[in-house]
């Protein structure tokens, strides 16, 4: 799987970016997908709130997330923009 070593601007696009493993295409498969989150924070209640991200269960003391379709299709579209701010290293 090809990946680049970005940082996007959008803080939500980030976090669906490195749960994705920060894939060149997005909306192709991917080796991972799931963010960990931990305690009862305005981030886990933003992904759960967002038609971005699935819950796909609780572990220890947080809950881990999916990237959905949707946000797939939102961050080929913000990673295509000038939202990238650092683009370093190859793609590999």
């Not at 669906?16 to 997908?33: F, K």
């Not at 881990?64 to 797939?72: H, K, L, P, S």
Request: glycine residues 10%; negative net charge.
């Amino acid at each position: 799987m090809a990946q680049v070593n970005r940082y996007l601007k959008d803080k939500a696009m980030d976090h669906i970016d490195h749960a994705l493993g920060r894939p060149v295409d997005p909306r192709s498969e991917t080796y991972r997908n799931y963010f960990y989150v931990i305690g009862d924070t305005d981030l886990r209640r933003d992904m759960t709130a967002s038609p971005y991200w699935r819950g796909d269960g609780k572990g220890g003391e947080g809950e881990y997330f999916v990237v959905t379709d949707e946000g797939r299709a939102a961050l080929a579209d913000c990673a295509g923009s000038r939202a990238v701010i650092a683009l370093a290293g190859k793609v590999e």
